[in-house]
């Protein structure tokens, strides 16, 4: 048995078979006709810049944590992606062949294998297994910065794949590290649990693997040893660990706490139909944070009040080119459609930061996370927020429709987005379709948003504060940062009086205020927000019970 320590993300309690995740098992992608060849070459650029950012971020930890010789290895990775004829050779098949980039680098890696495999010299022949290693990153990255390919179709290189086959035991997924767009393509139905040996409790992806409901921890101390794959393992997601071969009184004991913990579960759910009122009589809406129309059936099925954040941009991920607006207007309507009447939520495109749509060809940025995102994208590409406005006023006949902007630092910012909001609608009009009225809000998730709320909330029908971004950019800590995540605290002082700062503005304007950040589940702060007259918390589906059952044991 061996105990490895990990951060929970998710609770719950998962027992099965270890399967590392097997995302560099891609075979050859389909040869696809490149649409344009110089697209192609920037998608290679940008795919081999990021490896070689990978690789010194791994060279520098292996030197620290297993010594400078091992470490070597991810040198020389980062030395063949510096090598001129690699470099030239995947130019060339991509001007020659006129294929897609993820072909190319395919193709390139297997002749390049080949001529090590070839080689007298074992130590020479043993590095064709290196090209391979470099040749999968490039590819990884590539996939991730916008397939050519559906999901679906890339072989082997997603998590459905690395889970086995339909109908096979589901498993205990151990990944290095997922993306947002590799999270977004977990099969609920395959992965038991999900532990990394990186990430960080604040990201993206982590959002995501809350979405999905499943245990799942993250830092976690385990290495990728080959034993390991197969193994019996216990995911203890409450205790924040990972157990390997756990001994038969381990065993039973963490059966037993997981018993105790789907009890719970059990119990919480005699609270659907419930109001979300403190014995004092004081109430607050519990509504949804979801990503995709099965997050609006998991909001349903945990009696959610409405959706109050619908990240659109994950509609964006992990794809090609841009969902149409034809193809936005189905997903929102329908969960208009499903929410019968009940508020939802649609935030417009928040990419940018970690939330990468390659085929957008959004600018490489030194730091990201205070570059261009959100609607500072949209903005400057009126064909994209276009489509999506005018695919949100057509969902607002089905029901009840509101849009949010995301990363408002300005009131200019917001009259501009209007004005664009104005366009859409008017020019659905003219085209004779059907539109609804769209109520309007802005998101609270930069200080200089704080600073101006009252000028925000006269513009607009409510502010939603992003307590997760507000807390990266109140504290100046990367929220991506594993290292800071010991200092990234949304209950630092200045967050909470940001927070009362918020409400009491929207409030003097006329505007409701909501918290849609991770913080709104924070039952240690409900009892506050209460106080502060919050008028609405946005959770994640798994929440809103747990939420509620707080709510309705607070006297006051
Ligand atoms: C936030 O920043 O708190 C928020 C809700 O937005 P996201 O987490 O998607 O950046
Ligand atoms: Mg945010």
């Known amino acids: ?134 040749t999968d990153r490039v590819m990884r990255l590539l996939e ?188 929102y309507r329908d969960a208009l459609l499903k929410m019968a009447g009940k508020r939802v939520i649609i935030r417009t495109l928040d990419l940018g930061a970690d939330k990468r749509a390659g085929y957008l060809e959004l600018p490489e940025e030194e730091n990201p996370a205070m570059g261009f995102r959100a609607v500072r994208v949209s903005l400057s590409r009126p064909e994209l927020f276009l489509a999506q406005l005018r695919a949100i006023c057509r969902a607002a006949a089905w029901g009840r429709a509101a849009v949010l902007f995301p990363m408002i630092i300005s009131v200019d910012e917001v009259r501009r987005c209007r004005a664009m909001l104005e366009q859409a609608r008017e020019s659905l009009v003219r085209e004779g379709n059907t539109v609804g009225p769209v109520e309007v809000g802005v998101m609270v998730e930069t200080p200089a948003a704080v600073m101006i709320s009252r000028e925000l909330a006269e513009e607009v029908d409510f502010l939603s504060i992003g307590t997760n971004d507000l807390t990266q950019y109140a504290l100046a800590l990367d929220r991506q940062n594993p290292s800071l995540e010991r200092l990234y605290d949304p209950h630092h002082p200045a967050v909470l009086s940001m927070i009362r700062m918020t409400v009491e503005n929207g409030h003097r304007a006329g505007a409701w205020v909501g918290i849609c950040g991770e913080l709104a589940g924070d039952t240690s702060l409900t009892e506050l927000f209460l106080d502060l007259g919050v008028d609405e918390l946005s959770v994640a589906p798994s929440r809103i019970l747990r939420l509620r059952s707080a709510i309705r044991g607070f006297p006051r």
């Open 144 to 331: 991730e910065d916008g397939t050519e390919e559906s999901a679906a179709e890339t072989a082997g290189g997603n998590a459905a794949d690395a889970c086995g086959g339909p109908g096979q035991e589901p498993v205990i997924l151990l990944a290095e590290e997922l993306s947002p767009s590799e999270a977004m393509r977990l099969d609920r139905d395959r992965v038991l649990a999900l532990v990394l040996r990186q990430g960080s409790v604040n990201s993206h992806t982590a959002i995501l693997i809350g979405a999905l409901n499943i245990p799942a921890l993250v830092q976690t101390d385990v290495d990728f040893l080959p034993e390991y794959q197969g193994m019996r393992a216990v995911v203890d997601g409450i205790g924040g660990r990972l157990i390997l071969d756990p001994d038969a009184d381990t065993l039973s004991e963490l059966e037993e706490k997981k018993r105790q913990f789907e009890r719970e579960r059990a119990e919480l759910s005699a609270l659907i139909g419930l109001d979300n009122v403190t014995a004092g009589g004081r109430r607050i809406r519990v509504h949804a944070n979801v990503g995709s129309p099965a997050e609006v059936d998991l909001a349903l099925q945990n009696d959610a009040g409405g959706i109050g954040l619908f990240r659109s941009e994950f509609l964006y991920l992990g794809r090609d080119a841009c969902p149409t607006e034809e193809e936005q207007f189905r997903i």
């Open 1 to 134: 048995m061996r105990v490895c320590g990990g951060k929970r993300v998710v609770k719950g309690i998962a027992i099965g078979r270890l399967t590392f995740y097997q995302r560099q098992k891609a075979g050859r992608p389909e040869q696809r006709p490149a649409a344009d060849v110089e697209t192609e070459i920037r998608r290679f650029s940008r795919a081999r810049v990021q490896a070689v950012r990978e690789l010194e971020t791994l060279y520098r930890r292996a030197r620290r944590e297993a010594g400078k010789e091992k470490a070597l290895i991810f040198d020389m990775h980062k030395l063949l992606l510096e090598d001129e004829t690699y470099l030239e050779g995947v130019e060339r098949y991509i001007r020659q062949e006129r294929v897609c980039a993820r072909y190319a680098v395919s193709a390139m890696g297997e002749i390049l294998a080949a001529r090590f495999t070839s080689m007298a010299d074992e130590y020479m022949r043993a590095r064709s297994a290196d090209v391979q290693d470099v």
